[in-house]
């Protein structure tokens, strides 16, 4: 294992760019060192990175926002307007990252922390593992995306109730519903989030780009227009070095080693 880049929140180990989104110093409140770290990390990475890991240090993925410093800010709302700004900055620069984005959801995911846990692209969990919105709880709305993610993974109508009551949902409810992928024990969440990851960094890169791309376009695509952009995208992946690579590997029943 090596790692060619590492602070104290963002570190890339074989190819895989981790981002500290939380820590135990922080109360597993989110960590806006994280945040930013971790916004720069992601528009800033090239080729060396191949996927991303969200996580957190602490015994939760994130429990959500520093409540204790809304209350302790003497403008309320300008105070959380400009770490929604922050956090939304980060939202944007996943959803606009080429590579697979995998989450280790280790016990709760509440607030924002469950926003990100939507906004990635695979989201593992162990049996421990709770979510919950939070908002209502101290009288806010939602941020991170959650209001956007949340009805497009589990349906509008399930999304209005667990939003609006406020719902704790158990790790098997999460998977149900597609918010997790799958579990694993406890204590294996973040090897497994890593582990997953680190095989999408030998996988073929443009093939994962134009699946990502496929599955965002088809939010409001109609199926004429999302069968026009399936055949423009294999099209072009047939000539590319990865499929040129993935065929050729395949006749020869050999592996394919993508580059």
Not at 81 to 98: I, Q
Request: hydrophobic fraction near 45%; aromatic fraction near 6%; glycine fraction near 12%.
């Amino acid at each position: 294992m090596t790692s060619t880049a590492q602070t104290e929140y963002v570190t890339i180990v074989d190819g895989v760019l981790q981002i500290t989104i939380a820590t135990a110093a922080n109360g597993t409140s989110m960590d806006f060192g994280g945040i930013t770290a971790g916004t720069e990390a992601l528009r800033a990475a090239g080729r060396e990175v191949g996927a991303v890991v969200l996580t957190g240090s602490g015994a939760n993925f994130c429990a959500g926002g520093n409540v204790r410093g809304f209350a302790e800010a003497e403008d309320r709302a300008g105070h959380i307007h400009g770490l929604a700004t922050v956090l939304h900055d980060f939202v944007r620069a996943l959803d606009e990252t080429t590579v697979p984005v995998v989450v280790g959801v280790q016990g709760w995911a509440a607030g924002a922390g469950m926003s990100l846990v939507c906004a990635a692209d695979i989201a593992i969990g162990g049996p421990s593992t709770k979510l919950r919105p939070a908002y209502p709880g101290i009288g806010l709305s939602p941020d991170g995306g959650m209001s956007w993610t949340l009805p497009r993974i589990v349906g509008t109508g399930r999304a209005r109730e667990i939003l609006l009551t406020d719902a704790i949902l158990t790790a098997e409810e999460a998977v149900r519903l597609g918010i997790l992928s799958r579990l694993v024990d406890d204590e294996q969440v973040r090897d497994e989030a890593m582990n997953l990851a680190r095989t999408f960094t030998t996988g073929p890169r443009s093939t994962y780009a134009s699946i990502k791309s496929l599955l965002a376009r088809s939010n409001s695509a109609t199926l004429s227009v999302q069968l026009d952009y399936e055949r423009d995208a294999i099209a072009a992946a047939a000539n590319s070095p990865a499929g040129i690579e993935g065929v050729n590997a395949f006749i020869a029943k050999r592996k394919p080693k993508y580059v």
